[in-house]
């Protein structure tokens, strides 16, 4: 990011030379309060290696960029300081990698940021308070405008594509509740979206039996349009659930047949078949289902792991037509 970018720091930060001065060493680690598994909270050490700290909220520290060691902050004037380097570590409240999602009402920034942050999978991010309450007790910080509600904090959100310079992308309001990654959302999503799809119902005309040479129409009960915006809202995230679906018959014959077609009752032959020889055959259809969801605004994304797919047999009896003189 370009010299513009700003970040809030103590005034002994200011007076040491800013983010090029010594690292903060230590972080206090309170109110074990984190649920999600992917999103850890971070201190760093003195060379900025970071040390994980699971299941806890990161409560950032007041140092000394001069002694190493916590300091009071006397109450002196703080002009901005250029940043152009990864965010005091002190100031981290959540730390975390892959496509980190920021619901709507709480971003503050250009709103294709946001998707970028989402949509970003090689990237690490962090969350940064812009003043502590230590500092704001002492009238240490300058007014934040950021317009967030009283149960929020005032954030930067931070980005570093690969091994990039790390890069303020957005400003936000931070709740309570830990963040979420796509990756958080997306194995939610996964959890829920077998059970959204709509049931298999697969059957053959006619039921009672069909006839050798005569087509045998087949149909899966299912919409031909599949899925399009259900609601799955998963991890107190909006979010919408599309999907699309094809089918692959097996006759029992030996002959099979993929279809975008749902097919229908008589005299809809979209899907139909015609068998050869009398007897009992084991058909079955298969739907595979693609599906995305938007989560927030946000999106599409793909449902991680395998298709979705349902299974249904259908026994189907064969008899053999008898031409009858009609007078």
Do not use: N
């Not at 496509?99 to 503050?108: I, S």
């Not at 029992?252 to 009398?278: F, I, K, M, N, Q």
């Amino acid at each position: 990011m370009s010299a513009a970018l700003f970040l809030l720091l103590p005034a002994a930060a200011a007076s040491a030379g800013g983010p090029s001065s010594a690292v903060p060493t230590t972080a206090r680690v309170t109110s074990a309060s984190v649920t999600s598994a992917s999103v850890t909270s971070a201190a760093r050490s003195a060379t900025g290696t970071p040390a994980t700290v699971t299941a806890a909220t990161v409560t950032p520290a007041i140092m000394s960029t001069v002694t190493g060691r916590s300091a009071a902050v006397r109450p002196t004037s703080l002009a901005p300081t250029a940043v152009v380097v990864s965010p005091d570590p002190a100031r981290d409240l959540y730390t975390g990698t892959g496509g980190l999602v920021v619901p709507a009402h709480a971003w503050r920034g250009d709103p294709a940021a946001r998707g970028g942050v989402a949509g970003c999978t090689d990237c690490s991010w962090r969350i940064s308070v812009l003043c502590t309450k230590a500092e704001a007790a002492v009238g240490q910080c300058w007014i934040i405008h950021l317009g967030c509600p009283v149960d929020t904090t005032a954030v930067r959100i931070w980005l570093q594509h690969g091994s990039g310079p790390w890069e303020v992308v957005g400003e936000a309001c931070q709740g309570a509740t830990p963040p979420h990654t796509i990756g958080d959302v997306g194995a939610s999503v996964r959890d829920r979206a077998e059970a959204a799809l709509p049931p298999l119902r697969a059957a053959v005309q006619p039921a009672d039996g069909v006839l050798v040479g005569i087509p045998a129409v087949f149909a899966t009960g299912q919409p031909a349009a599949g899925i399009r915006g259900a609601d799955l809202s998963v991890l107190d995230l909006a979010v919408t659930l599309d999907a699309r679906v094809r089918w692959h018959w097996v006759y029992g014959d030996g002959a099979s047949v993929w279809t975008s077609l749902p097919g229908g009752s008589w005299p809809d032959t979209s899907v139909s078949h015609v068998y050869r020889r009398s007897g009992r055959v084991s058909a079955a259809v298969r739907a595979v289902w693609r599906a995305s969801y938007v989560v927030e605004g946000l999106g599409p994304f793909v449902v991680p792991g395998p298709l979705l797919t349902q299974e249904q047999g259908l026994p189907v009896l064969v008899r053999t037509a008898h031409a009858h003189l009609v007078s």
